[in-house]
């Protein structure tokens, strides 16, 4: 009995470290525009890779990047799966304003907020744009701070990498 005890406790240990060594994402909780809390370390893409990216609406290289990524996503989507998840890392005070944002420049992205900024201190980002791209096990594959004319053509190929 004490040896099955001790394998017991050994199996669930082991599944423990996998679990924990399976994704880089942190085990954070944030909202989604409509108020539901989303467990960060859930997020995925059914094995496909996925794009996090932390912007504000007062960043002018945020909203040039994310209205490069808008043009481009329905083909990245088609072409390889990716999904990206848009964070918001905005104040509460700035929070109402999100969603009207969003909607007014079409952004298909899953928006998300993170108000209190703990994603975003969990992840190191200190200066938005910061966007990273996971594969599809949850790892960082990739990064990279600020937005320059042409930054999503770099994402997109390392998202080929990923996915070819």
């Excluded at 998840?85 to 999100?98: A, E, F, L, Q």
């Excluded at 938005?128 to 042409?150: A, M, R, S, W």
Aim: with cysteine; glycine share 6%.
């Amino acid at each position: 009995m004490k040896k099955l005890s001790t394998i017991l406790i050994l199996a669930f240990l082991a599944l423990n470290v996998m679990a924990q060594e399976k994704s880089d994402l942190p085990n954070v909780t944030i909202k989604n525009l409509n108020g539901e809390s989303i467990n960060v370390s859930e997020l995925n893409n059914d094995g496909n890779p996925f794009v996090l990216t932390f912007w504000a609406t007062w960043c002018s290289p945020c909203v040039k990047e994310h209205n490069a990524l808008s043009e481009v996503y329905d083909d990245w989507v088609e072409e390889t799966g990716v999904k990206i998840y848009s964070v918001s890392i905005d104040d509460s005070r700035s929070t109402p304003k999100i969603k009207p944002f969003v909607e007014g420049k079409g952004w298909p992205f899953e928006i998300l907020l993170d108000v209190n900024k703990d994603l975003a201190r969990s992840m190191n980002v200190s200066v938005p744009p910061h966007t990273f791209l996971f594969d599809g096990d949850g790892k960082i594959v990739y990064q990279h701070t600020g937005y320059f004319e042409g930054a999503e053509e770099e994402l997109y190929q390392e998202i080929l990498k990923i996915v070819k």
